[in-house]
């Protein structure tokens, strides 16, 4: 079992580079992909970006360039760090977690960028 804990989420300004973390507590073995994900109202849940049990990262095209994912080795941690965010960067963020097993999800938290 896995619980995620997710943090730095509230406004953003455009001009800012910003940090999301998320942290994983418990076990969690076979780990295939890390990573964050986004929703807006009425929309489904995107990738942002994820690293993957070879270590590769992908990206969201709308990611590429702007977004950096970056993992510590061996730990359930992930940081994602936006720079230039936009205003229709303003979701709530998931953090994730897929085993072989399961898929954990944080409780997601609000990022909202203002120009």
């Known amino acids: 079992q896995v619980q995620l804990e997710e943090s730095g989420g509230g406004l953003v300004h455009a001009t800012d580079i910003h940090k999301l973390s998320c942290k994983g507590f418990g076990s969690a073995t076979n780990v295939l992909s890390i990573g964050w994900y986004r929703q807006t109202p009425g929309s489904e849940r995107e990738l942002v970006a994820s690293?993957?049990?070879?270590?590769?990262?992908i990206y969201a095209d709308y990611a590429k360039g702007r977004f950096a994912l970056a993992r510590e080795k061996g730990d359930l941690t992930v940081v994602l760090i936006m720079g230039r965010p936009e205003p229709w960067d303003t979701a709530v963020y998931y953090c994730m977690v897929r085993t072989t097993s399961a898929t954990y999800w944080g409780q997601g938290i609000q990022v909202t960028v203002v120009s």
């Open positions: 690293v993957e049990d070879t270590g590769e990262i």
